[in-house]
C-alpha cells in the first residue's frame, strides 16, 4: 500500500496520543493518602475515563461497586481483591464485570502499584455496612484534575484529555 | 476496613484475571504474516473486544476505519500510524476517534511490537483506493480463535473469554 493519507471525516475527534507514565511528577493528581491517578481520557459521550492508577502503600484501599465493565493492565507491582482468590502482577489483564463489588487491597512488600484502568460509568464507595459513601464520575474526575492542575502551576492541561 | 467478602449479584458475569503474556506460544492466534492476536476478552453484548497485537515484520500492515472507539497501550516495541506525526513507544497510550482512517507501520529496526488494544465495534479494512475490502467484529474474532484452538489442541480455549 503506498504512503497515502486519507482525509479523516468531518467533526472527527482529536486522537490523543502520549507516554502513560509521565515525566512530570505533578501530573500526578491526588486520590487519596499515597494513592494517586494520571488521567489518559476523559470520555463524556459514553461517560467513563481510562487512567494509570498508582498506589504506594499496604492495606485495604477502597471497597467500592461498578455499574459498567471494567479493564485493567498491570504496569507494576501487585494487587488483589479481597473477594478474589487471585493476585494481579505485572502483566495481568483483568476483566471486572458490572455489578462487582470488590475491595482493593495492596499486599506488605509491595511499594508500588501502577495500574492502567479503563472504566465506564461511575466507582460507587461502599462502606463496611456496603452503604454508598460516595461515588465518582467522569465528570467528577475532571473536577479534581482541574483544581489539582490549576494548583500545581499546569494550568488548563487536563483538557487535552476530555473528549 | 475488616476482610468481609460481599455477596456479588445474583446473575453477574465472571470476572477475567490472566497474565496477558502467555507462557504457550499456541495462544497467539494468527491473524496474518509475522501479526498475531492474544485474545483477553470478548463482548458480545457491546460488540468489541480486548486483545495483544503482537507484529514481528517491518512495513505496512494494514489499513482501517473504526467506527466506534479504540485505546490502546503499547507493552512493548513502536507503531504508528501514515496518518499521523506521532510514534507510539513502549508505555504509550493511545486513543483513537470513532471514523478514524489509519495505516498501521512498523518501522526497520523494531523486531517486535506488542500493544494491548480495545476494539468497539469494528475493524473495517480498506484497500489503497480507501474501498472496504474486509471487516472483523467480534464474533469473527471469536471463530477465527476457535478455530485456531482446536487446529492447535487447545480446544475451547477462547470460551474463557467470552461475555
Redesign the interface.
Known sequence: ??????Q??AG??????????PEDERVWVPQADNVWFRP??F?TV?GGW?NLLRVRKSG?LS?HRHPM?V?G?VIKGSWRY???D?V??E?????????????LVVDEGVPEMIT?F?ISGAMIY???A?QMNGYEDVFTKIEMCRRHYHAVGLGDYVDQFI?
Not at 12 to 21: L, R
Not at 91 to 103: A, C, L, R, W
Open positions: 500500500m503506498p504512503a497515502v493519507k486519507f479523516q471525516a472527527i475527534q482529536p486522537e490523543i496520543a502520549v507516554q502513560a507514565m489518559l481520557l470520555n459514553s481510562s485495604v471497597r465493565i479493564t493492565y479481597l473477594e478474589h487471585w494481579a502482577t502483566g495481568s489483564f483483568v476483566y471486572e464485570p458490572p455489578g462487582e463489588i470488590h475491595t492502567f479503563t461502599l462502606d463496611e456496603g473528549r
